[in-house]
């Protein structure tokens, strides 16, 4: 998967064009696909699972990152939901910056995670491989290499780590630069 930190980057969009996006929704498009995760997760943990078994569940999507869960079932509840906090606290609430955002920002959150998964869900319920493997520098990461105890087959994780650390990497470069400038 994409780091946190990249996901978050994304979210610097905003600064391209500030009267465009609602910066709020945009930060909660851009994690929103990841919410499943707590539920895939947590289901593996209350059942008592062990580390390992945990572990390869991180790596499962689900309807939420398919463009079905996303696009016609969270875009619309999230902003019903930004639409009840901004009117509890007394924001502004802007429906086509709003729906903007929210549509960009998990748009963008797919993207992001096509290299990210052994298995996409984008058509869902169809599942196909991913054709988006990121392999480059792997030679250097294999020390630092967490799942060498858990896979079936040696390295087979190895272009989902390394796409995690690029992600992280580059988007760390990129909140630098925005910071700076």
């Given at each position: 998967m994409a780091s946190v930190f990249a996901h978050f980057a994304l979210a610097s969009i905003y600064y391209i064009d500030p009267t465009y996006?609602?910066?709020y929704a945009l930060l909660v498009a851009v994690m929103l696909p990841d919410i499943e995760y707590l539920y895939i997760i947590g289901?593996?943990?209350?059942?008592?699972?062990?580390?390992?078994t945990i572990t390869k569940t991180a790596f499962r999507t689900g309807f939420l990152h398919s463009l079905i869960g996303s696009f016609l079932f969270a875009v619309p509840i999230t902003a019903g939901i930004i639409y009840l906090v901004y009117n509890a606290i007394g924001m502004q609430f802007i429906l086509p910056d709003v729906l903007h955002s929210l549509i960009i920002g998990v748009a963008l959150h797919l993207i992001m995670d096509l290299p990210a998964h052994p298995y996409l869900m984008l058509f869902y319920p169809k599942v196909i491989e991913t054709p988006f493997k990121i392999n480059f520098g792997s030679r250097h990461?294999?020390?630092?290499?967490?799942?060498?105890k858990i896979e079936f087959e040696p390295y087979y994780y190895m272009p989902y780590f390394t796409w995690l650390v690029w992600?992280?990497?580059l988007s760390c470069l990129v909140l630098m630069i925005i910071v700076i400038f």
């Open positions: 996006f609602d910066f289901k593996s943990y209350l059942r008592k699972e062990d580390v390992k990461l294999r020390r630092f290499y967490p799942y060498k992600s992280t990497v």
